[in-house]
Structures are given as C-alpha cells and as structure tokens.
C-alpha cells in the first residue's frame, strides 16, 4: 500500500487555474501509473486524467482534454494535475489513486490506494 496526501484545491473563478499536488510515501512510487478522478455531488467518480509509471503515456477525460495536464515526478513522489481554464462543471472533490501496476486503468478497480481528496470549487 501506498499513502497518497493530495493539495492545491480550492475556490476559484471561472477562467482560472489551480494545480493539484499528490504526495505519496511506502511502495515504490515510480512502479506504478498513477491516476487523478474527481467526485461531484449526487454524481459517481470519474477518471480525468492518467500517466504511466514512466509518464510515456497519458490519458484525459473528453470533458477536460486541452485543459488539463497530468504530469508526475519520480524523485519527488508526486504526480500534478495542472488545471487551466476552469469552468463551474469542473466543481468536485478530486481525488488521486495509484493503479496497480505500470499502466493506467480507465475503471476505479485498477487503483488501490488513494487519498482524502482535495476540494475543486469553480464559480460562475
């Protein structure tokens, strides 16, 4: 298992950008893909955004790709999601798992750590 302490979160105007920072610490970081799904209210989690264990390979969500950026950093265990022109619908708890091995998974059972979750609100 791995533990995994994500910040950046908050309020920001439409328009605007946040990055996201997912910490993580215990098995080897660098081993496996990581992903970053977010949670809205009365909605189920989706999965935005994901990189491989060597950051070869990404993939976005429809609803955030020219938007978003996933990027991680094997010497420092984290993995960031630069987040630019942010609109309302962008609102929801994010969350960043570690798949369980080196690719991504586009499915919540691909991943078996994650963190609490950072908080994304967007307003209009």
């Known amino acids: 298992q791995v533990q995994l302490v994500e910040s950046g979160g908050g309020l920001v105007q439409a328009g605007g950008s946040l990055r996201l920072s997912c910490a993580a610490s215990g098995r080897t970081f660098s081993s496996h893909a990581m992903g970053w799904f977010r949670q809205a209210p009365g909605k189920g989690r989706e999965l935005v955004a994901a990189?491989?264990?060597?950051?070869?390979?990404?993939y976005y969500a429809d609803s955030v790709k020219g938007r978003f950026t996933i990027s991680r950093n094997n010497a420092k265990n984290t993995v960031y999601l630069q987040m630019n022109s942010l609109k309302p619908e962008d609102t929801a708890v994010y969350y960043c798992?570690?798949?369980?091995?080196?690719?991504?998974?586009?499915?919540?059972?691909?991943?078996?750590?994650w963190g609490q979750g950072t908080q994304v609100t967007v307003s209009s």
């Open positions: 990189i491989t264990w060597s950051g070869g390979s990404t």
């Open positions: 798992a570690t798949a369980i091995g080196g690719s991504y998974y586009y499915k919540e059972d691909g991943y078996d750590s």
